[in-house]
């Protein structure tokens, strides 16, 4: 079964790995919404820069660095997501916390990886 992902920190540069993500997600069949500091469009999908309401996120994979997650942390456990995957860099012991005492599994792993290794 299909679960949609959100990519907090999209961009339009193929050479981010948010780029990368977001193209694999998306051949592999993968609902997917993105969040990004320019709005643009990546795969078929559109970049947004407001923090939308988005409905029914099973996995939010990051792409920004911990000195930018704060202004995030309400946001994402509003989406009430299953999990977040934290990419390298993006590895934040504070957020871990929070997402665990609401029961949202953490995952610190590539997405790029679990995609290519069927355990995404």
């Known amino acids: 079964m299909k679960k ?51 409905e029914g996120i099973d996995t939010i994979t990051l792409y920004i660095n911990p000195r930018r997650q704060p ?9 009430n997501p299953n999990r977040v995957i934290f990419n390298p860099g993006t590895e934040n012991p504070e957020l871990y916390k929070l997402l665990q005492q609401e029961h949202i599994e953490v995952e610190v792993a590539c997405t790029l990886i679990m995609l290519s290794t069927n355990q995404y």
Do not use: C, H, W
């Not at 469009?41 to 407001?50: D, L, P, R």
């Not at 202004?71 to 989406?79: G, R």
């Open 71 to 79: 202004e995030y942390y309400d946001y994402i456990l509003s989406l």
């Open 4 to 54: 949609k992902t959100l990519v907090i920190g999209a961009s339009t540069n193929p050479a981010r790995y948010s780029f990368m993500a977001i193209n694999r997600l998306v051949s592999r069949g993968q609902p997917t919404v993105a969040i990004g500091l320019r709005e643009g469009e990546v795969a078929g999908v559109n970049i947004v820069k407001e923090m939308r309401p988005f």
